[in-house]
């Protein structure tokens, strides 16, 4: 059963990050992209590249309202409190249309938070009851959103046990 936290909102800093970012992902390899990215994610991390700040993320380019959609873009990720350098973790440019961590922000902005406890399955319907919660609220949810994995999912896991952060910067 999915339950999802009171709707917040604060005045977000914004963050330096580390991420794998991904253009046009289509929906039904998602989790190929997903494995992929914190693969690369731990290799730089274990070879000291960089360090995280925070939980992980994935952050994603859209309209929030109309949910997930085939070809959407997206980065997954860390926060690091030290930015990477141009290029690649190590500096170093990735070859053509390899993915590659590279550093990247979330914006300071007004967000709107919540938290998800539940599986993965039900975010869907978490993120559409969010949205629904933020117009009542007369709010506007602007271009991107994120999804910050609070528990680390794994096959001891119980994934009714899972708590999902959600969060969408608002329009002014």
């Known amino acids: 059963m999915s339950t999802l936290q009171p709707l917040e909102t604060l005045d977000f800093p914004g963050a330096d990050t580390a991420v794998v970012r991904f253009r046009g992902q289509s929906l039904d390899r998602m989790h190929e992209a997903m494995d992929q990215a914190f693969g690369l994610l731990g290799e730089a991390i274990r070879a000291g590249r960089f360090r995280p700040a925070g939980p992980a993320f994935a952050r994603y380019e859209g309209d929030v309202r109309q949910g997930l959609c085939d070809g959407v873009d997206l980065e997954v990720g860390f926060p690091v409190d030290t930015p990477l350098k141009a290029g690649t973790a190590d500096g170093e ?47 506007v949810p602007a271009d991107l959103f994120w999804e910050a994995y609070d528990t680390e999912p794994g096959p001891d896991v119980d ?8 969060a969408v910067p608002l329009r002014d």
């Open 93 to 139: 440019p990735a070859g053509e249309g390899e993915p590659a961590v590279v550093g990247s922000s979330l914006p300071a902005c007004r967000l709107a938070i919540t938290r998800h406890h539940g599986p993965y399955d039900q975010l869907p319907q978490a993120w559409g009851a969010f949205v629904a919660e933020i117009e009542a609220r007369g709010l």
């Open 159 to 166: 994934p009714a046990d899972l708590i999902t952060g959600l």
